[in-house]
């Protein structure tokens, strides 16, 4: 449902704010990557 795209969304973005995912899109329209930080990427940030 719409609902639960929204939910999922925002829990993505909590997530990047919190530095435990990475999200990346190279160009508009490109395919966006959403990976795991490693520790040593997070304890950088």
């Known amino acids: ?3 639960h795209i ?4 925002l829990a993505l973005l909590e997530l990047a ?3 435990l995912i ?4 190279d ?4 395919d966006i ?3 795991g930080r490693h520790e040593t990427e997070q304890e950088l940030s």
């Open 1 to 3: 449902t719409k609902m």
């Open 6 to 9: 929204v939910v999922t969304f």
């Open 17 to 19: 704010k919190s530095h």
């Open 22 to 25: 990475r999200i990346q899109q």
């Open 27 to 30: 160009e508009s329209f490109d």
């Open 33 to 35: 990557v959403v990976a």
